[in-house]
């Protein structure tokens, strides 16, 4: 017998760990680095929670019947194309183990969303990375040429985290028309609501693109990160794919309620995102106008460029005026949209430090 403790599988024992955004307690901390809603939940939502914990005794609905027909009505879409799970963090986890036999390979911008490599890995899959441009955009045609026949999917990130930049209609339309069909192209919008009013609904796409997927979240716009819901919207094989691979029950009823009942308070809901456009056009132009390089942003935060040394000054910086925000190591700092008074916050800080400024 080994003497051995249990080991990890290597691919998991090698994997990098998630940062998650800093938390505090502080009622005077600004928290601008999970790029949550800084609003608090709708009151439609809260009543619709404390409902559904009164039948916390119960399993969910495994399929979140409810929420499934509410969204196929709102988009206009068959319910067989839905498939929901805890966050679409946690759906790009099933779609990447549905999709993936160990050595396939994942083609993404880097730098995206942190979580992507680590859901390859996981996998098993080849997580492969594609240099963003200069302005700090998806280079697609360096991702269509980093194609080849390990691959099995491309994640588009858009308006892509930590950099705010989105992918217009046309270049996605050219994107997808070069794709060989058998490459499944999944285009994250997790931040879709913060982008122009008149972009794309890439919905549209899915009857023409059988191997586009799009990945939606309540965790944003909805104000509901808390409580772990998102979708997939695909061809009907892909979503049973998904819903199969799903950990039984890991979206709860009251999630699922909640998501129900901010689908019943949208009007508030783009208020809501429209208030934060507002606050990132605001903060866009002061920090130019301080001499700062900010990217134009489809989301609701912003991405200031930055070398390593400056990133973690400027992280500094912010920790001492009680901000918290995302420093990514080699490339930059991603800071929050929040209220207008911590906004104000923020502008104070890069005003203060012109030293940091790239
Ligand atoms: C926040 C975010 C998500 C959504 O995460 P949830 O799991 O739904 O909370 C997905 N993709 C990106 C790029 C994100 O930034």
């Not at 403790?5 to 600004?30: E, H, K, M, W």
């Not at 608090?40 to 399929?63: C, E, H, K, Q, S």
């Not at 879409?77 to 929901?84: G, I, K, Y």
């Amino acid at each position: 017998m080994s003497e051995s403790l249990p080991q990890l599988r290597p691919a998991v024992a090698a994997l990098p760990s998630y940062i998650a955004g800093r938390r505090s307690s502080s009622p005077n901390t600004a928290p601008l680095a999970s790029n949550e809603s800084h609003f608090p939940p709708l009151p439609a939502v809260l009543t619709a929670i404390a409902g559904a914990g009164a039948r916390a005794n119960r399993y969910p609905d495994m399929f979140s019947s409810a929420l499934t027909e509410r969204v196929a009505e709102w988009l206009g879409v068959a319910t067989d194309q839905l498939a929901f799970g805890p966050g679409s963090v946690g759906v790009l986890a099933q779609l990447i183990n549905a999709l993936c036999d160990p050595g396939e390979e994942v083609v993404f911008a880097w730098r995206s969303f942190e979580a992507y490599p680590i859901l390859c890995k996981l996998a098993g899959a080849v997580p492969v990375t594609v240099p963003l441009t200069s302005d700090e955009r998806h280079d697609l045609p360096a991702m269509l040429a980093a194609i080849t026949e390990r691959t099995k999917v491309v994640l588009l990130c858009s308006p892509n985290n930590p950099t705010g930049a989105s992918i217009s209609e046309a270049e996605l339309i050219d994107f997808l028309n070069q794709v060989p069909a058998g490459v499944l192209v999944v285009l994250d919008e997790a931040y879709r609501e913060f982008g122009p009013a008149d972009a794309l609904n890439p919905v549209t796409l899915l009857p023409r693109y059988p191997n586009l997927c799009l990945l939606r979240t309540f965790s944003k716009a909805y104000g509901l990160a808390g409580l772990r819901v998102g979708y997939a919207v695909a061809q009907p094989e892909l979503a049973d794919g998904l819903r199969k691979t799903q950990v039984p029950f890991s979206v709860s009823a009251v999630a699922e309620a909640a998501a129900v009942a901010a689908l019943g308070s949208l009007d508030e809901v783009a208020r809501r995102s429209s208030e934060v456009v507002a606050e990132r056009q605001r903060v866009i132009a002061a920090a130019r106008d301080l001499g700062w390089t900010v990217p134009d942003s489809a989301a609701n935060f912003i991405w200031l460029r930055t070398d390593d040394q400056r990133r973690l000054a400027l992280v500094d910086a912010f920790d001492a005026a009680d901000i918290l925000v995302r420093g990514y190591p080699v490339d930059g700092v991603r800071i929050t949209i929040g209220d207008a008074e911590s906004n104000d916050r923020v502008l104070a800080v890069l005003a203060a430090h012109p030293e940091l400024r790239q």
